[in-house]
């Protein structure tokens, strides 16, 4: 067995330690009730138990990145899948410094899920080894991605301390029209979550079925004379086809229930085969998420926000409060000197110039100065609690984007990392 295959082994072993740390840390927080025992030192003991389940799986999660760079000779942030694994790996690290800070195990109740998603999320990437174009044989690719990285890690979790917040300190009785726009709108954040939840459930299923559909686009070009050729793309589909390139014609479809073509063709302004699979793909993600948040609401009968909220009763929402303004003032020094000041130094040294208003620099600053406004916000207006942790939301939702949606959607030179 080599060190690529022996990482990604590894990396199994870290995702399922995160998810027993999960259920451990659950036992230690919501377990209090049905204790027989003191509730501190059932607190205590389960805490223990599910931070060093968690650390275990954070140093099988160092080793898969050891081993993936020390196999491959280059540092694993290059693609997708090696950057989201890294963030996960980051996370973690965040989540054990302020485990160190506070000595709260409420801590884990809410970044364990957050690093699980994320593992899961870059799970669905491929996992070969590809080789590095020139731009990005750089020491300071290695400083810029890892320091962005870990900033957009403590940023996550003053994310999800804030989404708790929230959930914590919403009043379910209050019938007024201020609090069901609350409600609304913290009810349609979890079920984002749960969207991009089903976007890893459909992923998975679909290509554990071996699920495949090819189109093929011809499209005319123009060269420098003037002179007009057409060309030929094709493109694979891992999901049944909803929507197909415009003027794509059909090459193979595997039949799914019924479904012998795509049902609709994706409109014109949508330029190139891989708009439509994108677009196919986003809409798959809806209809899973949509379907496992019915699922749930079925069950609970009731919102998924009704049913977290008196699993936090025990919590101290000031707390919450304070750790999400922490990680953020934590974050915030350390993205800017990976995603602002050394990006610019490496993109001067690969391109020739510190800065171009590539799609991925521009929402870099719009996240920087997010993150600016938060922070002015929170000192000097004096904007803690509830209006701080909508904030923290937000800032994560832009974090996301500039992560996911720049990379895999708006073309640029920092696309590379999307394939």
């Known amino acids: 067995m080599n060190l690529i295959d022996l990482s990604a082994d590894i990396f199994i072993v870290a995702f399922f330690l995160y998810c027993f740390a999960f259920i451990f840390y659950c036992i230690a927080v919501m377990g209090k009730k049905w204790s027989n025992r003191d509730p501190l030192l059932h607190e205590k003991r389960w805490g223990k138990i599910a931070f060093t389940t968690s650390s275990l799986g954070l140093v099988a999660h160092i080793a898969f990145f050891s081993l993936r760079w020390a196999g491959s000779g280059v540092i694993p942030v290059s693609n997708m899948y090696e950057f989201i694994s890294t963030l996960a790996m980051a996370i973690m690290i965040a989540h054990t410094v302020f485990y160190f800070l506070y000595k709260k195990t409420v801590i884990g109740m809410f970044t364990l899920p957050l690093a699980i998603i994320v593992v899961a999320y870059a799970s669905v990437f491929p996992q070969e080894i590809q080789p590095l174009i020139p731009a990005l044989n750089s020491i300071w690719l290695k400083i810029h991605v890892t320091m962005a990285a870990l900033g957009e890690a403590f940023f996550a979790i003053g994310f999800a301390a804030g989404l708790m917040y929230l959930l914590r300190v919403a009043n379910f009785t209050d019938k007024s029209k201020k609090a069901r726009r609350a409600h609304f709108w913290l009810e349609f954040s979890l079920y984002a979550i749960v969207i991009v939840v089903g976007?890893?459930?459909?992923?998975?299923?679909?290509?554990?079925?071996?699920?495949?559909?090819?189109?093929?686009?011809?499209?005319?070009?123009?060269?420098?004379?003037?002179?007009?050729?057409?060309?030929?793309?094709?493109?694979?589909?891992?999901?049944?086809?909803?929507?197909?390139?415009?003027?794509?014609?059909?090459?193979?479809?595997?039949?799914?229930?019924?479904?012998?073509?795509?049902?609709?063709?994706?409109?014109?302004?949508?330029?190139?085969?891989?708009?439509?699979?994108?677009?196919?793909?986003?809409?798959?993600?809806?209809?899973?998420?949509?379907?496992?948040?019915?699922?749930?609401?079925?069950?609970?009968?009731?919102?998924?926000?009704?049913?977290?909220?008196?699993?936090?009763?025990?919590?101290?929402?000031?707390?919450?409060?304070?750790?999400?303004?922490?990680?953020?003032?934590?974050?915030?020094?350390?993205?800017?000197?990976?995603?602002?000041?050394?990006?610019?130094?490496?993109?001067?040294?690969?391109?020739?110039?510190?800065?171009?208003?590539?799609?991925?620099?521009?929402?870099?600053?719009?996240?920087?100065?997010?993150?600016?406004?938060?922070?002015?916000?929170?000192?000097?207006?004096?904007?803690?609690?509830?209006?701080?942790?909508?904030?923290?939301?937000?800032?994560?939702?832009?974090?996301?984007?500039?992560?996911?949606?720049?990379?895999?959607?708006?073309?640029?030179?920092?696309?590379?990392?999307?394939?």
């Open 199 to 419: 976007f890893i459930v459909a992923v998975f299923a679909f290509k554990g079925m071996g699920y495949e559909a090819t189109f093929s686009e011809e499209k005319a070009i123009v060269d420098a004379r003037g002179n007009v050729e057409s060309k030929v793309s094709t493109v694979t589909y891992t999901m049944p086809p909803i929507v197909k390139p415009f003027n794509g014609q059909t090459v193979e479809v595997q039949p799914f229930l019924g479904m012998k073509d795509a049902l609709l063709e994706a409109p014109d302004w949508m330029n190139g085969v891989n708009a439509a699979r994108k677009l196919n793909t986003v809409i798959w993600s809806i209809i899973t998420g949509s379907l496992l948040y019915g699922l749930f609401r079925l069950i609970a009968r009731r919102s998924i926000s009704k049913m977290i909220h008196p699993a936090l009763s025990e919590i101290d929402p000031d707390d919450l409060d304070e750790i999400s303004y922490r990680a953020i003032a934590i974050g915030f020094p350390i993205f800017t000197l990976g995603a602002l000041i050394f990006a610019m130094i490496w993109a001067e040294i690969a391109w020739g110039r510190f800065w171009g208003w590539d799609p991925k620099e521009v929402w870099a600053l719009v996240t920087w100065l997010f993150y600016s406004a938060y922070l002015h916000f929170r000192l000097s207006r004096g904007w803690q609690g509830y209006k701080s942790a909508w904030l923290a939301v937000i800032g994560f939702v832009v974090v996301l984007f500039t992560l996911v949606g720049v990379n895999l959607i708006i073309a640029g030179l920092h696309s590379y990392a999307g394939v």
